[in-house]
């Protein structure tokens, strides 16, 4: 297994320049990882910098606090789509109205940004670290009933990013719905990255996608895996 193809190279802190989105994608194309991670604003950029590449450009929106109006996430999903061509859109749900119980509210949320992204794919970011266990399964029900295609962990800017014990949770249920896991926040090295996806990540996003590439290919005894 090479763990490059699961890997989306991530930045999206606030202080981002130009200069590191190029960096970014350089980096996401010499060592063939699957795709990128930005803000908007650099959604386009991205796709001009790997179009042709084979790597996916993904944006997020309602980031990070997913307290925003749905009209607002899903304009932003259709913008970044028809303008910026990004190939995914990874969402953060409303966490509040998930915690209040109203979860008519969080698969209209969800469904306003399935429809605004078609025929991408939209991963709804849970924010695990916010959640029970019990929510943590609720709300992979609500992501499967709005029409998305992943459960994601988590932003990376709340109080703890992915823990194996919660992608467990997550792969077990989104295996019964049909939908798939992606684990991103705290991953920084290869024997991390190799747990998830052994517990059933199917996407890994983070920041440090060349470190674990390095280090698999120092724990393999060779070069970079193709």
Do not use: W
């Given at each position: 297994?090479s ?10 802190k ?14 996401a ?31 997020v ?62 991963k ?18 609500l992501?499967?009933?709005g ?20 992608v ?59």
């Amino acid at each position: 297994m090479s763990i490059a193809k699961y890997l989306e190279h991530t930045l999206l802190k606030p202080e981002a320049t130009v200069t590191d989105i190029i960096k970014l994608c350089a980096e996401a194309k010499e060592y063939n990882l699957g795709g990128v991670c930005v803000n908007t604003c650099y959604a386009g950029l991205a796709h001009q910098l790997l179009k042709g590449t084979g790597v996916k450009v993904v944006t997020v929106v309602g980031f990070p606090l997913g307290a925003d109006r749905s009209e607002v996430k899903a304009l932003a999903t259709k913008l970044a789509l028809e303008e910026d061509h990004v190939d995914e859109v990874d969402m953060v749900m409303n966490i509040g109205a998930l915690k209040s119980g109203n979860f008519d509210a969080v698969v209209d949320d969800i469904a306003a940004v399935v429809e605004a992204a078609k025929p991408c794919a939209v991963k709804v970011i849970i924010e695990t670290c916010l959640l029970t266990d019990e929510e943590k399964v609720v709300a992979c029900g609500l992501v499967a009933k709005g029409g998305a295609a992943f459960v994601k962990t988590s932003t990376g800017f709340s109080k703890g990013g992915a823990t194996l014990g919660d992608v467990e949770i997550l792969a077990r249920e989104a295996k019964r719905l049909g939908i798939s896991v992606k684990a991103a926040g705290g991953i920084r090295d290869y024997e991390t990255a190799k747990a998830m996806v052994e517990a059933g990540a199917d996407r890994i996003g983070t920041s440090a996608g060349v470190a674990i590439c390095l280090d698999e290919a120092k724990a393999m005894g060779g070069g970079l895996p193709k």
